[in-house]
């Protein structure tokens, strides 16, 4: 590892931009549990769900209906994704959340399993099965790459993944500060502390569940079209999505700093283990680290470096 430090530096910095998206997908986990202290499960499809709406929607606008390829039909195909998880969390509200408002968690839970199970049916219905390449180019993001002189070396940086860390990170930013000053994110703050108290003093639980959902899908959607960026647009990203359970294991499941340092906790983690310690352990190692450090975890702090410790007195 010292020997060759600009081998280090490369995977740390891999390590960095995969924790960084990790955070943001952890992020559309920690807004939904604030709001219904629910584990959404579905979220991980909803990456899925919200990139292939992305994609489809550009091919029929540039293949059925003759748009010009290129950045127009790529915004309008953005704004019509948008669209969509808007439809889809008034969706989740008036069918599955409002009628189980005080039901038992394990309800809820078993709620977003099953939503999970259904857009993954309708997505393969309406997009197929087939991975897609996603739209980089028309969506104006960088491609190529730059090197860099460090300490023993140099180090090859891919645009797309420096743009994909600052985008991550600027909306991160941007979402805490909204839920941490506005009055949408001091409602939402009283509805995780109390559904009833928050209804009492006139805040609407559907609106805040509306606008939670409706934020975890626009994180969705911009967690899929960068991920699928750096790979293909698949059903195979929910398996990547759901690596935020132990980003949230680690940083709390309602803190949004517990899931930054999660992310890169993880992210860097788990690629370390891979390069120096994988070879020893026969390799793919970084499939299955991140919820070994997470149990490692849960048996000294299983509220999460940023979790409340609960005290229960009898």
Known sequence: MWGLPDLFIQTVWEGFVAGVLYALIALGFVLIFKASGVFNFAQGIMVVFAALSLVGIYEILTLKLGLPPGHVAAFVAVVAAVGIMLVL???????????????????MLMATVGLSY????????VFGGNPKVMITAQLGLPTGSSTFDVPGGRISLQHLDMAAA?????????????????????ALRAVADSHKA????????????????FTAGIVALVTGIMWGARSDVSFALETIALKALPVLILGG???????????????????????????????GIETWLAYIIALIFLMFRPQGLFGDKIIERI
């Open 89 to 107: 969390s008034i969706a989740v509200e008036r069918v599955v959340l409002r009628p189980l408002v005080n039901q038992p968690d394990i309800i």
């Open 118 to 125: 259904f857009l993954t049916g309708f997505g393969e219905y």
């Open 166 to 186: 600052v985008i991550a990170i600027v909306m991160i930013v941007v979402l805490a500060l909204f839920f941490q000053y506005t009055r949408i994110g001091r």
């Open 198 to 213: 928050a209804l009492s003093v006139g805040i609407s639980l559907n609106q805040i569940w509306v606008i939670v959902w």
């Open 253 to 283: 499941f309602t803190s949004v700093p517990g899931a930054i340092v999660g992310g890169l906790i993880i992210g860097i983690g788990e690629k370390l283990g891979e390069f120096y310690w994988g070879p020893l352990l026969g390799g």
